[in-house]
């Protein structure tokens, strides 16, 4: 079974700041794919950055990157000139590659903006 | 609408009554998933459908939860005689094929 570990229940940031968000999980599939979801307030959960594991290139997303280290098993993101709309509960999630399967979720990282 | 739609956004409702909580996806998603989110927690997997395959049901914590997809597009999820631990938000999200999951903004049960 996977399991996917974020270890930082809370983390804060000023406005404009840079921040890395910790993401760990364990799986014995070669092929796979790693997500990081946003949910604000409002409760929608908001695909913000994928990458697919067979990738080594990390992928980009305006402010959001992610540092991808696929042999040790973590899967970081990193948002650039943080904004207040940034925040949110953060979830980190994966998905094997093949069929239809469920996300599997870590526990999420609650980001605070600060002015 | 062009998302996922979940219906009623919120509900309350008694210890031992039955609820149906609806889920309508994006056209031309074939995968619908639900999940249960319970306060300060992430996602736990209850169920998925994929195309006219039988579901996969390994996530239903118990007998008294139920799903049904009619016509391979909106689904209902159905908890009968609930209980208090059930109280939680309930997300529904669909998939295109080779796409990722969209999510709805989420049913919130209470169980008074």
């Known amino acids: 079974a996977q399991t996917v570990t974020q270890s930082q229940p809370e983390m804060s940031v000023q406005e404009a700041e840079t921040v890395t968000l910790s993401c760990t999980y364990d799986t014995s599939e070669s092929n796979y794919y790693l997500f990081w979801y946003k949910q604000p307030p409002s409760r929608q959960m908001i695909l913000v950055i994928r990458?697919?594991?067979?990738?080594?290139q990390n992928a980009t997303e305006n402010r959001f990157s992610v540092n991808f280290q696929k042999a040790a098993k973590s899967f970081s993101l990193k948002i650039s000139d943080s904004q207040l709309g940034d925040t949110a509960m953060y979830f980190c999630?994966?998905?094997?590659?093949?069929?239809?399967?469920?996300?599997?979720f870590g526990k999420g990282t609650r980001l605070s903006v600060i002015a | 609408g062009a998302g996922v739609s979940q219906s009623p956004s919120n509900k309350v409702t008694e210890k031992g009554k039955d609820v149906e909580l609806r889920c309508d996806p994006i056209?031309?998603?074939?995968?619908l998933y639900w999940y249960r989110q319970s306060l300060g927690q992430g996602l736990e997997f209850l169920i998925y459908?994929?195309?006219?395959?039988?579901?996969?049901k390994s996530g239903l914590p118990s007998d008294r939860f139920s799903a049904e997809r009619t016509g391979g597009s909106v689904s209902t999820l159905t908890i009968q005689r609930t209980q208090q631990e059930d109280s939680a938000v309930y997300l529904c999200?669909?998939?295109?094929?080779?796409?990722?999951?969209?999510f709805g903004d989420g049913t919130r049960l209470s169980i008074l």
């Open positions: 999630a994966f998905m094997k590659e093949e069929g239809n399967t469920p996300l599997v």
């Open positions: 459908f994929q195309g006219n395959s039988a579901p996969d």
């Open positions: 999200a669909s998939r295109p094929p080779g796409g990722p999951q969209h």
């Open positions: 056209s031309g998603h074939t995968a």
């Open positions: 990458q697919e594991a067979y990738k080594q």
